[in-house]
């Protein structure tokens, strides 16, 4: 008989996205238009390509377990220390790693209800309790989260700044205030995974060295590099070693190293991006406009595309347009999930997806 632990034994077998490789495996065909995991569509810097095709032979390597280069050109790119970064898988496994160095069992975390599951799901697999504010207006309430966090005392309050999954931002004016409202000992964790995308009003002006703060950022999104999962923290130096006591030192790739280094040096192409992604945004309002369904204000690479229906509805129009090959996702959370979220991407994809929405709503 396999013994669990105590906290995992007690908890469902859960898994916070279902990917698109197992809904294309259960339905036995390949997407056509894959528009619902946030990717960047557009592709990264064909100079990442081309360094990390480079490092393809010396991949027999392990990479630098402490990402000295990526560490040290991420520090000069946002005028900070290296000691104000640490480099890891990714957002999630950085969040997963946050989590265990804060939470105890029993401890209290402050998130908004709908806001990124991956951070939830990391609280309570350490043992964490979850304590939700609702939405406002279709944007996370960091008044709300600071007023609960005054009276729970949590040891983290969870905000995204844009927001997944509806888009929404808020001036880096309200962060700032946020921050001056919240109870001493708590922390704020400020996910910045699209704040290439965003005005740059969005971005807090925060001291890096400010203790009650750590910002989450990645080369997942405006990079177009989800899949070598490299992401990257900024905090106050204490908390940043603290990371070497729990992280995987060998848990970075050597190529996405390699990759995402050339990719921070290529920022004509991240301009490049942006500007698509912009254009895709537009072009993914107008076809929802086509069919009476409204986008919401997004500084992301996706549009959440209000339905004027209920969860249940969009949930139908998600499987329809499955039905007609084309993946999106929605928010699993009322009234969010009133909303279908679509990824924004090339033309060839949106034409498709131009094509098939009005036949997938006639079927509903």
Known sequence: ????????????????????????????????ARLGANENGFGPSPRAVAAMQAAAGEIWK??????????????????????????????????????RLTIAPGDVVVTSDGAYPTFNFHVTG????????????????????ADRARQVGPRLVYLANPDNPMGSWHDGAVIQAMLDHLPEGTLLVLDEAYAEFAPASAIPKIAVDDPR????????????????????????????????????????????????????????????????????????AAIGAENQLTALPSATNFVALDTHRDGAFAR?????????????????????????????????????????????????
């Open 126 to 145: 350490f043992g964490g309790s979850l304590d939700k504010v609702p939405y406002r207006n279709d944007a996370e309430d960091p008044q709300a989260l």
């Open 316 to 364: 139908q129009l998600v499987d329809a347009l499955a039905e007609q090959g084309v993946f999106i996702r929605m928010p699993g959370v009322a009234p969010l999930n009133r909303c279908i979220r679509i990824s924004c991407g090339p033309d060839a994809e949106l034409d498709i997806l131009a094509e098939t929405l009005p036949r997938a709503l006639s079927t509903l």
């Open 62 to 99: 392990y990479g630098d377990p402490t990402s000295f280069d990526l560490t040290q050109a991420l520090a000069t790119h946002h005028g900070v220390r290296p000691e104000n970064i640490i480099v890891g898988e990714g957002i999630d496994g950085l969040l997963g790693l946050l989590v």
């Open 1 to 32: 008989m396999i013994r669990l632990a105590p906290i995992p034994a007690g908890l469902p077998a859960t898994v916070p996205f279902v990917g698109p490789e197992t809904l294309e495996r259960q339905s036995g065909r390949p997407f056509a």
């Open 213 to 284: 703060v750590i910002r989450m950022r990645t080369f997942s999104k405006a990079y177009g590099m989800a899949g070598a999962r490299v992401g990257y923290a900024i905090g106050h130096p204490d908390l940043i070693a603290a990371f070497d006591r729990v992280r995987n030192h060998f848990g970075m790739n050597r190529a996405s190293q390699i990759g995402a280094l050339a990719a921070l040096a290529d920022q004509d192409w991240l301009a490049h991006v942006v500007a698509q992604v912009s254009a895709a945004r537009d072009r993914i």
